[in-house]
């Protein structure tokens, strides 16, 4: 079954910067609609962002001007840049295929599927 990798979380203080990325095992013809949550402890999992694979994307409120979000078709992977980070952005980040655009779920992934998630901690 098609990974979803996340990497990139870490500790940083407020106001730094990390990029998480999100690469699929799947073959790099497979296009992917997809998004970025985030769950804190105990809360629950909330949209961040997301891209569909013409470009558009979408933000939370909370990150908009803040986080942005890319995708590179050819390696399968998508992107979120977060720049002043506030320590309420403190999360465990997941990605997830929001919709299989092109491509054979068998190889490519199921529409729902998720990551393990990547830990971000932004200390005040």
């Known amino acids: 079954q098609v990974q979803l990798v996340e990497s990139g979380g870490g500790s940083v203080q407020a106001g730094g910067s990390l990029r998480l990325s999100c690469a699929a095992s799947?073959?790099?013809?497979?296009?992917?609609?997809m998004s970025w949550y985030r769950q804190a402890p105990g809360k629950e999992r909330e949209f961040v962002s997301g891209?569909?694979?013409?470009?558009?994307?979408s933000y939370a409120d909370s990150v908009k001007g803040r986080f942005t979000i890319s995708q590179d078709n050819g390696k399968n992977t998508v992107y979120l840049q977060m720049n002043s980070l506030k320590p309420e952005d403190t999360a465990m980040y997941y990605c997830?295929?929001?919709?299989?655009?092109?491509?054979?779920?068998?190889?490519?992934?199921?529409?729902?599927?998720w990551g393990q998630g990547t830990q971000v901690t932004v200390s005040s």
């Open positions: 997830k295929i929001d919709r299989l655009y092109y491509g054979v779920v068998r190889l490519c992934g199921p529409p729902g599927h």
């Open positions: 799947g073959p790099t013809y497979c296009r992917y609609d």
């Open positions: 891209i569909n694979t013409k470009g558009s994307t």
